[in-house]
């Protein structure tokens, strides 16, 4: 089945610093892709979603870059703030019927002011 | 806007004993996951449904049932607790399409002692 590797597990920045955080993915069949954030003792919010090939999504202060040909999914936080700090997952899912997610380990992203 | 509702928010079991985790959704969503999340980890499939009487075994489903009595109510039980299922546990709902996220409930911490 689909194996979702997320690098790095823990990761310290100053603020104003960039963030990168990184998954790959097994399966070529995986057609969706998301990134939540978790923050302390909380649920699992939406950061953004992105589908199409080698697609740049930007939200607030982050951007989503999507590789499928090298089956790899980043998120930048390009100007870090210490209200990002939280924990980031990936979730990919493979559609076609199959409706299961699966998600990376998550990354722990501390920014420090 | 979407609501997962999981009861109760912290439970301590003793071993050997039965728990039940229930978790209601407002979304008409036909899609439920029970997932556990570890450190290191990140989340992992238990169970999920794609509709009331309908339950699917996950990527960890030993010692753990499901119940989905309705399109609401989606329930993970615990027959013989054990230690090694201390652990957070979130329920999720999404609609049929794979190209929509998942809302999540504010998870239950569960302790076995």
């Known amino acids: 089945g689909e194996q979702v590797e997320q690098r790095p597990p823990h990761l310290s920045v100053r603020e104003g610093d960039s963030a990168v955080i990184t998954c790959t993915y097994t399966d070529p069949n995986s057609y969706y892709f998301f990134w939540y954030k978790q923050e302390p003792g909380a649920s699992l919010q939406l950061l953004m979603k992105?589908?199409?090939?080698?697609e740049i999504n930007e939200g607030q202060g982050f951007t989503v870059l999507l590789n499928k040909k090298d089956k790899r999914l980043s998120l930048n936080l390009t100007a870090a703030h210490p209200g990002d700090s939280a924990a980031y997952f990936c979730?990919?899912?493979?559609?076609?019927?199959?409706?299961?997610?699966?998600f990376g380990a998550g990354t722990r992203l501390k920014v420090i002011a | 806007e979407a609501a997962v509702t999981q009861s109760p928010r912290n439970k301590v079991a003793v071993t050997g004993g039965k728990v039940t985790l229930s978790c209601n959704q407002t979304?008409?969503?036909?899609?439920m996951y029970w997932y556990r999340q570890d450190t290191g980890h990140g989340l992992r499939l238990i169970h999920y449904?794609?509709?009331?009487?309908?339950?699917e075994k996950g990527d960890i489903p030993d010692g753990y049932k499901a119940s989905r009595p309705s399109q609401e109510n989606f329930s993970l039980i615990l027959e013989l607790a054990t230690p090694s299922q201390t652990s957070v546990y979130f329920c999720?709902?999404?609609?049929?399409?794979?190209?929509?996220?998942?809302?999540f409930g504010k998870g239950t911490r569960l302790t076995v002692v």
């Open positions: 992105v589908f199409s090939s080698t």
């Open positions: 979304n008409n969503h036909n899609n």
């Open positions: 449904s794609y509709g009331a009487g309908s339950t």
């Open positions: 999720a709902s999404g609609d049929r399409t794979a190209n929509t996220e998942v809302f």
């Open positions: 979730a990919v899912s493979a559609g076609t019927g199959n409706y299961k997610y699966v």
